[in-house]
């Protein structure tokens, strides 16, 4: 059981990793003007997005489907924060779906917003890490 959870955390954590930079490099990338500039953000923001991000959500969830099903769903589906947690993970989910559309969108020069709004959208996974972390270590109800 320790073992799912600590792997479950460590995929968990390179998730975020990515989750943390990649609208940094949209950041930059909304920034940049020059072809060389541009062409290097999509290089990064790819190989972060389908080598680290995507895998990491994935190995998450296994981990975490994994624990469910040996005891955590038992244990706690009739308490509400296992049930808000997961709702988090979804609306996290959903995000990681708007960063791949952002990442296409750059891929095919067509990105509509500013610099600005993705440093808004990069403080984002803080609010779902704070949420989750707080849901899962706490259990407050």
């Given at each position: 059981?320790?073992?799912?959870?600590?792997l479950?955390?460590?995929?968990?954590?390179?998730?975020?990793?990515?989750?943390f930079?990649?609208?940094?490099?949209?950041?930059?990338?909304?920034m940049?003007?020059d072809?060389?500039?541009?062409?290097?953000?999509?290089?990064?923001e790819?190989?972060?997005?389908?080598?680290?991000?995507?895998?990491?959500?994935?190995?998450?969830?296994?981990?975490?489907i994994w624990?469910l099903?040996d005891y955590?769903?038992?244990?706690?589906s009739?308490?509400?924060?296992?049930?808000?947690?997961?709702?988090?993970?979804l609306l996290?989910?959903v995000?990681?779906?708007?960063?791949?559309?952002?990442l296409?969108?750059?891929?095919?020069?067509?990105n509509?917003?500013?610099?600005?709004?993705y440093?808004?959208?990069?403080?984002?996974?803080?609010?779902?890490l704070?949420?989750?972390?707080?849901?899962a270590?706490?259990?407050?109800?």
């Open positions: 059981m320790l073992w799912l959870k600590a479950h955390l460590i995929f968990m954590v390179t998730w975020f990793a990515g989750l930079y990649l609208p940094r490099l949209f950041v930059y990338h909304a940049s003007d072809e060389i500039s541009n062409e290097r953000f999509k290089v990064m790819r190989k972060l997005f389908f080598g680290i991000m995507t895998p990491g959500m994935i190995i998450t969830f296994i981990f975490g624990m099903g955590a769903w038992e244990l706690y009739a308490t509400g924060w296992l049930h808000s947690k997961l709702t988090l993970l996290l989910v995000y990681h779906g708007f960063c791949g559309k952002w296409l969108d750059f891929k095919h020069d067509r509509q917003h500013s610099h600005v709004f440093r808004w959208m990069n403080e984002v996974p803080v609010l779902f704070v949420g989750i972390i707080i849901l270590v706490v259990k407050p109800f």
